[in-house]
């Protein structure tokens, strides 16, 4: 049996709304990346040796930090995307055909009854309405 609608899709439809926010962090951390190196560059520029290297492994640390860490959050789905992922693996075009019988089933029975209850109570039922 196959999806009806495949949970990949409804995966990746949960995660667009994500990229937005991955990029409005990737530019909040350019910027903050590009001022720092500015201020580095401002504050050692009187030394003969520049910025120091511990400072600079600092930065390029925590930038590759939050880049992950904006990554990893992007990509994991949240609660209603996990629900309709789980709901679209278990929706199959021959669960949708039971259903659909399965109601049918339930509707000649009412019928039945409600005949059967009224022809109890009223003699002069139509043949057809019978049937």
């Known amino acids: 049996?196959?999806?009806i609608i495949s949970p990949w899709f409804v995966y990746l439809?949960?995660?667009l709304g994500g990229f937005g926010s991955l990029l409005l962090v990737a530019s909040v951390i350019s910027v903050v990346a590009a001022v720092i190196f500015v201020m580095i560059n401002v504050?050692?520029?009187d030394d003969r040796n520049g910025a120091p290297d511990i400072v600079k492994d600092n930065v390029k640390k925590l930038v590759i930090w939050a880049v992950t860490i904006s990554m990893v959050t992007v990509l994991v789905p949240d609660r209603k995307t996990v629900i309709a992922m789980a709901v679209a693996n278990e929706i199959t075009t021959d669960r949708l055909v039971g259903a659909g019988e399965?109601?049918?089933d339930i509707k000649d029975g009412i019928k039945r009854d409600i005949i059967e209850i009224i022809s109890e109570f009223d003699e002069d039922?139509?043949?057809e309405v019978a049937e």
């Open 1 to 3: 049996m196959e999806p």
């Open 13 to 15: 439809v949960g995660i």
């Open 43 to 45: 504050i050692c520029a």
């Open 102 to 104: 399965f109601v049918v």
């Open 125 to 127: 039922v139509p043949a």
